[in-house]
T-cell receptor, first 115, second 117 residues
Framework: GQSLEQPSEVTAVEGAIVQINCTYQTSGFYGLSWYQQHDGGAPTFLSYNGLDGLEETGRFSSFLSRSDSYGYLLLQELQMKDSASYFCAVRDRAETTDSWGKLQFGAGTQVVVTP | ETGVTQTPRHLVMGMTNKKSLKCEQHLGHNAMYWYKQSAKKPLELMFVYNFKEQTENNSVPSRFSPECPNSSHLFLHLHTLQPEDSALYLC????????????????FGSGTRLTVV
């Protein structure tokens, strides 16, 4: 079967750095994505890693190691507004004009930012 | 209207009721999805539609019935639900093919909070 593992909760103070790890076991792998969801809101797309290495988008960075079936999301210079749930998701099939991979999600990590 | 819109935002229904959830996307995407979100659990994929054709049904009970009349609209028809079906139901869309969804991800609606009593 398929599974994604990530910590259930992380607490940190404003200005700190938080790393959310995600390990996956899937039948197919075509990229790791991260989504943010505030309470009562829609999940929103943060980043995508198709190849090994680090992708940086402002204060957020995402890393992938396909050989280790592992990735992480790094949140830097934490702000109160970063308090939310963060989900890793794996696409299980290559995306081409003829094939349609779907996303499998982890259970999410609740990030709590304190003053 | 922009993005993905879901109605209603909240729904309370009895186990003998019939109701429908509606999703509309204004992004010109070619794929739409229904996910179920329960507390402390991964988002569960329920149905996938590509170009209006259902391509995935993840062993969802028949009391949930999807309908996709065109590439912009998606419905989830509900009947004789059980209390354990209470959850947040999320609709999403993506532009699949040639790196679209990979590069830009899925766009989710804010969901319908369903309570079955």
């Amino acid at each position: 079967g398929q599974s994604l593992e990530q910590p259930s909760e992380v607490t940190a103070v404003e200005g700190a750095i938080v790393q959310i790890n995600c390990t996956y076991q899937t039948s197919g792998f075509y990229g790791l994505s991260w989504y943010q969801q505030h309470d009562g809101g829609a999940p929103t797309f943060l980043s995508y890693n198709g190849l090994d290495g680090l992708e940086e988008t402002g204060r957020f960075s995402s890393f992938l190691s396909r050989s280790d079936s592992y990735g992480y999301l790094l949140l830097q210079e934490l702000q109160m507004k970063d308090s939310a749930s963060y989900f890793c998701a794996v696409r299980d099939r290559a995306e081409t004009t003829d094939s349609w991979g779907k996303l499998q999600f982890g259970a999410g990590t609740q990030v709590v930012v304190t003053p | 209207e922009t993005g993905v819109t879901q109605t209603p935002r909240h729904l309370v229904m009895g186990m003998t009721n019939k109701k429908s959830l509606k999703c509309e996307q204004h992004l010109g995407h070619n794929a739409m999805y229904w996910y179920k979100q329960s507390a402390k659990k991964p988002l569960e994929l329920m149905f996938v539609y590509n170009f209006k054709e259902q391509t995935e049904n993840n062993s969802v009970p028949s009391r949930f019935s999807p309908e996709c009349p065109n590439s912009s609209h998606l419905f989830l028809h509900l009947h004789t639900l059980q209390p354990e079906d209470s959850a947040l139901y999320l609709c999403a869309s993506s532009q699949d093919g040639a790196g679209g969804a990979a590069n830009y991800g899925y766009t989710f609606g804010s969901g319908t909070r369903l309570t079955v009593v």
